[in-house]
């Protein structure tokens, strides 16, 4: 990985050999990221990097708080190699999950390693929590930070995950009037002055698929589909290793999507109170459809997840719910596949889990035959908040770019 003589950095400037050290030590510090702790002469391996030059890499890198040693490794001929890791105070970050009836933030280090978390009630309902987004976003992040032993100056970055998607060219959240408090065109700006961090506001769902491509079923796959299926409905397109945002950030908005007995969503993204803006195929696949679909069988019970659990156990009316339910969800995936044709598609949310592989099962059974593409089919198999998860990679991801740049050591 070693930049070759002569090598240009981007844009055609010739190299330096102060662009050639901050690209070699990039180098280093990603793959101290990605393996964990490495010896001087495997960096070297990996890097291409002669061992003068990998131990002058890691000293600079050491001196300026980046790496630190970790012990040796032991159990072979010679002498005992020092290990090297990358420093995790070298920065932290936070990440936010923001739904209707809270927001939960964790605080993470420079590897990833999450440090602290904590949950703040706030129904979106109460309309005496309108006017105190900022405040409440800080007292969860306050939360996190305690739980890590860490203050506010210690952040570097915040990713927040939202429902709905920020409309790039306004800067106002879309697609969530159920949110009421999160609707200021300065949203951003008003946080990251709350919070004195950058801020990246994300779709929920995009995050969670964030969370699939990296840790999840979709690791091995350039072009999947999520489809999140819970209290709202919405899906993530991964097109090429990349996510697929649309011109307003509302791409994979498909709980809005018209399908045959749902009535038609009206009014454009923002004018509903409802966040399935009172049709669409969240009508149809939605907790609360899901709930209202089971007592029409005999089966009564107050969430998605125990409606679920109820029909898996109980022969006839049970099977008659998650026949149906999979009927709806391979309506919309058709919807979804014969426009992206994705190879992968991965049901996630609360529906979609408590149906376990039984459901998907039968939404495969249900597109066997169709004149269409035939995807794999896979339940989210995460542990933990997908959502959460996603914004803790996003924000890492973004707080390495500046971090692991040491050319600002030599500004």
């Known amino acids: 990985m070693a930049a070759p003589p002569g090598s240009s950095t981007q844009g055609g400037t010739p190299g330096t050999p102060r662009v050639l050290r901050a690209m070699n030590d990039r180098a280093a510090l990603e793959l101290l990221a990605a393996h964990g702790p490495l010896t001087r002469t495997r960096l070297g391996e990996l890097t ?45 970050v ?48 306050d939360g996190a930070l305690a739980a890590a032993g860490l203050g506010r100056d210690d952040l570097h970055s915040t990713v927040i995950g939202t429902p709905g998607a920020l409309d790039p060219r306004t800067g106002k959240l879309r697609y969530a009037p159920h949110l009421p408090g999160w ?29 699939e491509q990296h ?45 045959p007995g749902a009535p038609l969503a009206r009014g454009g993204p923002d004018a509903a ?10 009508m149809l696949v939605g907790s609360p459809a899901v709930v209202e679909l089971a007592r029409d069988h005999g089966i009564d019970a107050p969430t998605a997840t125990e409606v679920l659990a109820a029909a898996l156990r109980t022969p006839g009316a049970g099977d008659e719910v998650l026949t149906e339910l999979a009927r709806r969800l391979a309506t919309g995936l058709a919807s979804v596949v014969a426009v992206v044709d994705p190879e992968l598609v991965v049901l996630s949310g609360e529906v979609a889990q408590a149906g376990g592989d039984r459901l998907r099962q039968l939404v495969e059974a249900e597109m066997t035959g ?36 040491t050319a600002r050591f030599d500004a």
């Open 370 to 405: 169709l004149a269409l593409p035939r995807p794999q089919l896979r339940i989210s198999e995460l542990e933990g908040d997908p959502i959460l998860i996603g914004a803790l990679r996003t924000a890492v991801a973004d707080a390495r770019q500046t971090v692991f740049d």
């Open 183 to 211: 609707q200021s065109r300065t949203l951003r700006d008003e946080l990251a002055e709350v919070l004195h961090t950058p801020i990246v506001i994300e779709n929920d769902v995009n995050l969670a698929a964030i969370a």
């Open 273 to 282: 109170a409802r966040p399935d803006g009172g049709g669409g195929f969240q």
């Open 94 to 141: 936070a990440a936010l999950a923001v739904d209707q009836e809270g927001i939960t933030a964790a605080v993470a280090d420079i590897t990833g390693q999450v440090a602290g978390e904590h949950r703040v009630t706030a129904p979106a309902t109460d309309e005496s929590l309108t006017n105190r987004t900022g405040e409440l976003v800080a007292e969860a992040v």
């Open 48 to 92: 291409g990097l002669s061992k003068p030059t990998a131990s002058q890499l890691l000293t600079r890198l050491e001196s300026v708080g980046l790496v630190r040693t970790t012990g040796n490794v032991t159990g072979r001929p010679g002498p005992n190699a020092q290990l090297y890791e990358i420093d995790p105070v070298a920065a932290h």
């Open 215 to 259: 840790h999840g079923t979709a690791q091995d796959f350039d072009d999947f589909a999520l489809v999140w299926a819970d209290e709202g409905v919405g899906a993530a397109i991964v097109l090429g290793g990349t996510l697929l945002r649309g011109a307003t950030g509302g791409a994979g908005e498909i709980g809005y999507m018209p399908l």
